[in-house]
């Protein structure tokens, strides 16, 4: 018995210690990998790799496949010219890259808007709508993002949720037939954005029933908002079409806060492998060249489950 003792004694510092040499390791950024291809589908943005691959898209596109992304986002695709998407989507597909969310934005995200049930905003969503049918075919997009504005205060919840739902409906009918997915986002930015929780946009999802509405799950939105991710994305799982990473505070890369995306990032590939995008919509840490190379250190450390 005392021996035995000794040997678990013994196994659980030597774990310990290797634990915590890792952690050392990494955080005087010596934790090193090569550069093969990400098991999860981490999704950068143009701009987070610019110190290391300069200004130019196309060199920024190469880099990241170089460091192992097979993946990108672009908040902004529909406002960049026809030539600049054809660009993109041309390199992307020679490298094997999975184009991620572009947001669908006519001027009303970021105000009262659908929640009215006002014919002017429905009008111009679903206009918008109809463009980015175009977009996403230039770019092979399958995933946009919508926010469906703020609240309408002299509106009862039920006819705000009504009205969001029908303008919703009608926007799934312009992408249905072209295998294309609005994906909602709750967000956490300020207290008069309608879309905020897990639960109300699944039941949002439910309601439109349709292939061509699901859910943006941001890891860093529904941190503040609602905490319990791994339980909250469970019991969206059926409605989720798209995930996105910002650690908390600060929404920068992950080990920066408080979520552990290690865990995370396990918990939805053992559920889905690479099926979904994740998309990295979040700042850097670190300024420079060092910060972006400590940036990709901080996936490499969290993919490796």
């Given at each position: 018995m005392s021996s035995r003792?000794?040997?678990?004694?013994?196994?659980?510092?030597?774990?310990?210690?290797?634990?915590?040499?890792?952690?050392?390791?990494?955080?005087?950024?010596?934790?090193?990998?090569?550069?093969?291809?990400?098991?999860?589908?981490?999704?950068?943005?143009?701009?987070?790799?610019?110190?290391?691959?300069?200004?130019?898209?196309?060199d920024q596109i190469r880099f990241m496949h170089e460091r192992g992304f097979r993946a990108l986002e672009d908040n902004g695709m529909m406002k960049r010219s026809i030539e600049d998407q054809e660009k993109i989507a041309n390199e992307m597909s020679k490298l094997g890259m999975r184009m991620g969310v572009f947001v669908?934005?006519?001027?009303?995200?970021?105000?009262?808007?659908?929640?009215?049930?006002?014919?002017?905003?429905?009008?111009?969503?679903?206009?918008?709508?109809?463009?980015?049918?175009?977009?996403?075919?230039?770019?092979?997009?399958?995933?946009?993002?919508?926010?469906?504005?703020?609240?309408?205060?002299?509106l009862p919840l039920g006819i705000q949720t009504s009205n969001v739902v029908d303008a919703l409906r009608r926007g799934a009918d312009i992408l249905e037939p072209h295998g294309l997915t609005m994906v909602l986002e709750p967000l956490s930015d300020n207290p008069d954005l309608f879309l905020r929780?897990?639960?109300?946009?699944?039941?949002?999802?439910?309601?439109?029933?349709?292939?061509?509405?699901?859910?943006?799950?941001?890891?860093?939105?529904?941190?503040?908002?609602?905490?319990?991710?791994?339980?909250?994305?469970?019991?969206?799982?059926?409605?989720?079409?798209?995930?996105?990473?910002?650690d908390e505070p600060g929404r920068k890369e992950?080990?920066?806060?408080?979520?552990?995306?290690?865990?995370?990032?396990?918990?939805?590939y053992e559920k889905a492998g690479d099926q979904f995008i994740l998309g990295m919509e979040h700042g850097n840490a670190f300024k420079g060249k060092e910060g972006e190379e400590k940036l990709i250190a901080a996936y490499r450390w969290c993919d490796d489950f």
């Open positions: 003792r000794k040997f678990i004694s013994k196994s659980i510092l030597s774990a310990a210690g290797l634990s915590l040499a890792a952690k050392q390791s990494y955080a005087a950024g010596k934790y090193q990998y090569d550069d093969k291809p990400f098991k999860s589908a981490f999704a950068p943005h143009f701009g987070m790799f610019k110190n290391s691959a300069g200004d130019d898209l196309i669908i934005d006519g001027g009303d995200n970021w105000k009262v808007s659908l929640t009215t049930g006002k014919d002017e905003f429905k009008d111009t969503f679903l206009k918008t709508c109809r463009e980015a049918v175009d977009v996403a075919k230039r770019v092979n997009a399958k995933w946009m993002t919508v926010v469906p504005g703020y609240f309408e205060r002299n929780f897990s639960d109300q946009t699944y039941n949002i999802c439910q309601s439109v029933n349709s292939s061509a509405c699901k859910i943006l799950f941001d890891m860093y939105h529904m941190q503040k908002n609602e905490g319990r991710l791994t339980y909250h994305m469970d019991q969206a799982w059926d409605e989720i079409g798209y995930f996105q990473i910002g992950p080990t920066t806060g408080e979520i552990n995306y290690k865990f995370l990032f396990e918990h939805i």
